[in-house]
């Protein structure tokens, strides 16, 4: 009897803790605030694409399919602070796109709107260094804690 009992509390164990998994929404269904940035070219064409959600949640794009994968949740208040300064920074108005070989890159996005793209790296073009420094922020975070 306890044998034929088991297998279905096995599934009904399986099926429980399905539902209570919460849904994950990825960058592209995503209706909050995102920021997005990364690196990439050079000789090997390597790309570190990061996606940041308003709920502290990073996700990193995969080279191979274009998936994101979460990685980290970043604590609420450095979250707030990085979209504050997106704004209070005014890089909402910055109006270039000047990719090089190596290129570097950040894109907002709010809702349904579409993306606010930055992107330097071209020989010769210098951003301003508020730019470069809100940009280091960001990608030095995504490095591990240990």
Not at 6 to 26: D, G, H, K, Q, R
Not at 85 to 105: A, H, R, T
Not at 107 to 128: C, L, M, N, T
Request: hydrophobic share 35%; proline share 4%.
């Amino acid at each position: 009897m306890f044998s034929k009992i088991l297998p279905s509390l096995a599934i009904l164990a399986i099926i429980f803790l399905i539902s209570c998994t919460s849904e994950v929404v990825f960058p592209e269904k995503y209706k909050g605030e995102q920021i997005h940035f990364g690196q990439g070219g050079g000789f090997t064409g390597e790309l570190n694409y990061y996606a940041l959600f308003d709920d502290g949640r990073l996700f990193k794009r995969s080279l191979r399919d274009s998936t994101f994968s979460l990685v980290d949740t970043w604590e609420t208040p450095f979250v707030n602070q990085m979209f504050a300064n997106y704004i209070s920074l005014q890089l909402d108005k910055v109006e270039f796109y000047e990719p090089g070989n190596l290129y570097y890159f950040i894109q907002y996005k709010s809702g349904d709107s579409p993306f606010h793209d930055i992107a330097w790296g071209r020989e010769g073009f210098r951003p301003d260094q508020n730019i470069v420094t809100y940009y280091n922020l960001l990608f030095k975070s995504t490095k591990s804690k240990t």
